[in-house]
């Protein structure tokens, strides 16, 4: 083992720990007031129970010994055999920092179902959830399974993290149905500097999410801790550029390009140089500004946009990742570099992920709103959420 990498990794686990709250803040600042304490229980409550899950089997299932290159088994049940040696850092810490992203990914997911999910509705889909979609994807790509014998590339979960959790969100929230009032009345964020602190906590750990997914404190984890910023940069300005055309330009798309340029460089980020990071960057964010005009025009009440910003930036980013990554960094070339293969490649993974996370939560949610039902009564919605699933309130 290293104990500078050990290090290192710890840090970064923590950082990305910190994303989930980030989440929280992010998405509670663009509901209404009587749902922001929701809002961000749903993302405490995400991690524990994928914290919880993990432990028990969902670590096992993603990086057990692979069965036909779908799923791990069942060889880390109750971390049976995670030991605290390892290659470079402990066992135990890759578990953990394994950990932290399957409860960041169920937290954005938490978007589809905003202002209107039951509490006990939620942990058992969430339990469901990480189980039968984020755990398999999980081993499809880091845990030996049919894409990573493929060759796909994914550094940091775009196809992992972030396709499932945006297109989980659109399925979620076409099974429960839009919010009262949804299109009739007003919807407005209420609290916008409450969720620029979240997407700051965001900036800030998805250095740890990007840099730490090399393992190793190196020249790779460099690289992507340096594209991360520019990417991040490159579209907080082309999302607020393109929004300012239909008026002014807007905090809240500043900060949403700057998360949509983080989706779409995370599988990327050690594979590409500067230069490509900003073209990444630059386009995810007009991409994604224009994927939420589009579920705007459709009606489409996913409206805290994990589809558009997570779901779009994601595919996007596995893609461009088959485009954009150099041998001089990553070992890999891509379509740029005259290796259209690992183009083709990574356009197969991106749309098996997006099709098996869109069915199957499609699935999960109906299921569970078919036996306990997964929205709130609508007394219970009217009066919002904090009332009526916490008991608390942000009235003074």
């Keep these: 083992m290293d104990s500078g990498d050990t290090a290192f990794i710890i840090i970064c686990t923590a950082m990305v720990m910190l994303m989930t709250p980030g989440v929280g803040l992010f998405y509670g600042g ?12 749903l993302a405490f409550v995400a991690f524990a129970v994928v914290s919880i899950q993990w432990v028990l089997f969902g670590y096992s299932l993603a990086f057990g010994t692979d069965i036909g290159g779908f799923i791990g088994g069942l060889d880390y049940v109750l971390l049976n055999g995670v030991s605290l040696d390892g290659d470079g850092i402990p066992d135990m810490l890759f578990m953990v920092f394994q950990l932290v992203f399957a409860g960041l990914t169920l937290a954005i997911l938490t978007s589809g179902f905003a202002e209107r999910i039951k509490l006990g509705s939620f942990i058992l889909f969430g339990l469901l959830w990480t189980t039968l979609v984020y755990d398999p994807l999980a081993h499809w790509a880091w845990g030996g399974g049919w894409a990573s014998q493929l060759g796909a590339l994914d550094f940091a979960g775009g196809t992992v993290v972030h396709i499932s959790s945006g297109f989980g969100a659109l399925a979620a929230a076409l099974v429960i149905g839009k919010r009262l009032g949804f299109g009739q009345e007003s919807m407005k964020p209420s609290n916008i500097p409450l969720t620029l602190l979240g997407g700051a906590l965001l900036w800030f750990g998805w250095f740890g999410f990007n840099a730490g997914s090399e393992l190793a404190a190196d020249g790779i ?21 393109a929004s300012s055309i239909n008026g002014k330009p807007s905090s809240l798309g500043m900060i949403s390009g700057a998360v949509a340029g983080l989706v779409a460089i995370t599988p990327a980020a050690g594979f590409v140089n500067a230069t490509s990071a900003i073209i990444i960057g630059l386009i995810a964010g007009l991409l994604c500004y224009a994927a939420l005009l589009f579920r705007s025009k459709k009606g489409l009440d996913e409206s805290l946009d994990a589809w558009a ?83 608390e309130s942000t009235q003074i």
Excluded: P
């Excluded at 663009?30 to 229980?41: A, E, G, L, N």
């Excluded at 340096?226 to 550029?241: D, E, H, K, P, R």
């Excluded at 949610?365 to 009526?388: F, H, M, P």
């Design 309 to 391: 910003i997570h779901g779009v930036g994601g595919f996007f980013g596995a893609i461009a990742t088959g485009i954009f990554c150099t041998a001089a960094i990553g070992g890999v070339d891509g379509l740029l570099y005259g290796n259209a293969g690992q183009f083709f490649i990574q356009v197969i993974d991106a749309v098996a992920a997006m099709a098996y996370a869109f069915v199957v939560t499609y699935v999960l949610a109906l299921i569970v709103d078919k036996t306990i039902g997964l929205r709130v009564d609508e007394d219970e919605e009217y009066v919002g959420l904090d009332i009526s699933q916490h008991g």
């Design 221 to 241: 984890a460099a690289n992507a801790f340096v594209v991360t910023n520019i990417a991040a940069s490159a579209g907080a300005l082309a999302w607020m550029g």
């Design 30 to 41: 663009m509901v209404r007031k009587k749902s922001i304490i929701s809002m961000i229980s």
